[in-house]
Structure formats: structure tokens, C-alpha cells
């Protein structure tokens, strides 16, 4: 939805976002994000995905009202690092009520780069309840909450402001929204057919040149995007994934000037492999190794690293279909009920695997 920014003696977590953007369209370099995701999109796994080339990182969704209401709620749904790594940061909010979300972002504003409301959520219990792609039959209602929330922030001392503050180095911003994310599936299509290309296409040669976009959906390895470029280079041409290219030896790599898109947010194909916008078809047990060294800093709950854990030694969502554990050694996972004897089993295997010792080394 927007950024937010202070005077650098603030407690600010991380870089100004548009400032990311900036930079990387200066650079002609795609930026790259990690997506929203329930249980998953937590500090430690923010931290190993930033490391291997994650410019913006979102936490899950939280419910603004719950988020308000309840200190264990704000303890639980929103962690940031005060010593180490902490990546630029958007916090999502699940929202109905503009005074909901306004008080919300104001609680996490001093921490955070910036606050998303999500319009996309296709879960039943979401929708039943007017928030995440609900909010799409409710232009009017999201219009109440970006603006309200704007001028809590704008009151306590933040720089949101429309055309005023394009040039204040504690915020810029010209529009009610400073990017947009595009997920080209209805609320009703599987995650399992193709993104709809044809509706992106239209979608962001209308409003590329308003404000940046972020595609999000079958974003699983940079050699193969749902994108291609084209000539002249100031025209987008999406083609949907599974079309053979005619000819992949001269195909241009796409680049934000020849096409009308900033950058792309990847959900599943981070969760299998965190390295994936480093350029790693597959995940490196180096990639395995840094997250759960960030996990004895920034704990998780067991169930939820193992099944971390269990994605990353998987095959993935990409073409390369190598994996770091077989299907065996990833049944083996389920079993272990304490941190200290899944650390030793990975450290048996990266010793196995690499010939390196393995991660107490770093512990």
C-alpha cells in the first residue's frame, strides 16, 4: 500500500522502499520481493531470503483488529531483529475498518518500511469475513482505509503525504498508493493453472507508467519467468509459461525498460528455494545452513521448521528437479521432536552431501 519513514534517529527497521525501487530501475534490474506468507514469511526465513537477493520482504497477513486488541498478538504476529539482519520490511494487514487499519499501521510504523493491505486473500474464512479478495467488490471501503490510515501517520509525524512530500527525504509519495501487486488468478483458479498472461499484459500497459507493479504467481526460477521482452523495448509481451520459445538463443532477457513490469514477488518458489533470486535453480545447502542458523537466533516453533526444512531439501517449483534430501531421508524429518536432533541430522547430511562440516560451527 505505501511506505513510511522517519528522521534517521528514529527506529526505523530498514531502507525507504521507493528508495529500493529507485534504485533498482536506475540499475534496469528487476527488484524482487518475498510474498505474504501465513506461518511462513517469519523474521528468520526474511533473513536468509534477503541474504540471497530479496530487496523487500512482507510478513504474513496480520488482522488489524486482533492486532490492536492484544499485546500476545503483536508479540507473536510481528518479530523484527534488534541486533542483527533486519531486511526492509512491508507488514500486511487484514482489514475491513479504516480506524482499524490506521491504528494498526501506526503501531508498527516506527518499525517497519512500510504497511500492505491485502485485497487478495481467496481463503473462505477471508473473504467471509469482507477482508483479502472480498475487498475487491469494495473499491469505496479500501479508498476509506489507504486514506485514513495515511493521515494517522501523517498526524504522528510521518512523511505520507500526496505531492508534498515527493522530495522530503522522510517520504514521497503522489499517489493514494505508491506500487501495486498483481496476481493474475481469480479468487476461484487453482494455484496449479497457469497465471491468466493476457490479463496482465492489459493490466500493466494501462498502469506501468503510474506507479510501479510487482507480479506475483509462477515466479519459480529467473531463467524461466512468465515474461519475455520484446521489440520496440518500451512494449510488454507476456506468454504463458509452458509456450516453447522460438528461439532461446537470441531471446532478449527481460529487463524493467523493455517491459512494463518493476519487479516479481515469489511465494512457493521462495518457500522450496530461498535462493532463488540469486540466481540458484535449486537450493544450496549453503541456503539451508544460513536459515537455521537464523532460527537459533530468531526461534520458530519446531513443526514450522521442519516443515521449512522439508521444502528446502525437496525438489522444486522450478525446472530443476534435484533435491538435497531423498524422499526417505525427507520421511525422516517428521520424527524428530527436539532442535538439537534435527541440527545434528542436517550436519550428518551437509557433511555427507558437501564434505563440510555442518552447522555447529556456527552455533
Not at 531502507?15 to 527488484?31: G, M, T, W
Not at 507473536?76 to 542483527?84: A, L, P, V
Not at 508498527?108 to 475487498?135: H, I, K, R, Y
Request: with cysteine; glycine share 4%.
Amino acid at each position: 500500500m505505501g511506505s513510511i519513514t522517519r528522521d534517521e534517529d528514529a527506529p526505523t527497521a530498514s531502507s525507504h522502499p521507493l528508495k529500493i525501487f529507485d534504485a533498482a530501475r536506475r540499475q534496469d534490474r528487476f527488484l524482487y520481493a518475498c510474498a505474504p506468507m501465513v506461518r511462513y514469511s517469519k523474521l528468520a526465513f526474511r533473513q536468509t531470503v534477503h541474504k540471497y537477493g530479496v530487496d523487500l520482504c512482507w510478513t504474513p497477513m496480520i488482522l488489524a483488529k486482533e492486532f490492536n486488541r492484544n499485546q500476545f498478538a503483536r508479540d507473536s504476529d510481528f518479530t523484527i531483529s534488534t541486533s542483527g539482519v533486519q531486511p526492509p520490511t512491508i507488514v500486511q494487514f487484514g482489514a475491513n475498518v479504516p480506524l482499524e487499519l490506521a491504528r494498526a499501521s501506526t503501531l508498527v510504523a516506527p518499525f517497519a518500511s512500510g504497511v500492505d493491505l491485502n485485497c487478495g486473500c481467496p481463503q473462505s474464512w477471508a473473504c467471509a469475513e469482507t477482508l483479502g479478495a472480498a475487498l475487491m467488490n469494495k473499491r469505496e471501503l479500501v479508498r476509506d482505509m489507504v486514506i485514513e490510515t495515511r493521515q494517522h501517520l501523517e498526524r504522528d509525524g510521518w512523511g505520507v503525504r500526496m505531492e508534498q512530500d515527493m522530495e522530503n527525504p522522510k517520504g514521497r509519495s503522489n499517489r493514494l498508493v505508491d506500487w501495486v501487486t498483481i496476481h493474475p488468478r481469480t479468487r476461484h483458479t487453482p494455484s496449479t493453472t497457469p497465471i491468466r498472461t493476457e490479463a496482465l499484459e492489459i493490466l500493466t500497459e494501462k498502469y506501468s507508467r503510474t506507479l510501479p507493479i510487482l507480479l506475483s504467481g509462477d515466479v519459480f526460477d529467473l531463467a524461466t519467468l512468465p515474461i519475455r521482452s520484446t521489440s520496440p523495448p518500451d512494449l510488454a509481451t507476456l506468454t504463458i509459461k509452458e509456450d516453447p520459445p522460438s528461439n532461446t538463443a537470441t531471446q532478449q532477457q527481460p529487463r524493467p525498460s523493455t517491459t512494463n513490469l518493476s519487479g516479481f514477488m515469489s511465494a512457493r518458489g521462495l518457500l522450496a528455494n530461498p535462493a532463488l533470486f540469486a540466481g540458484h535453480s535449486a537450493c544450496p545447502w549453503e541456503t539451508l545452513e544460513t536459515f537455521m542458523c537464523n532460527v537459533a537466533r530468531c526461534p520458530l516453533p519446531l513443526k514450522l521448521v521442519v516443515h521449512h526444512v522439508q521444502e528446502m531439501c525437496a525438489p522444486g517449483m522450478g525446472d530443476d528437479k534435484s533435491s538435497l534430501l531423498n524422499k526417505k531421508e525427507r520421511a525422516k524429518l517428521v520424527d524428530f521432536t527436539n532442535m538439537a536432533d534435527l541440527i545434528d541430522f542436517l550436519d550428518e547430511k551437509i557433511e555427507e552431501h558437501t564434505g563440510q562440516k555442518g552447522m555447529r560451527r556456527d552455533l
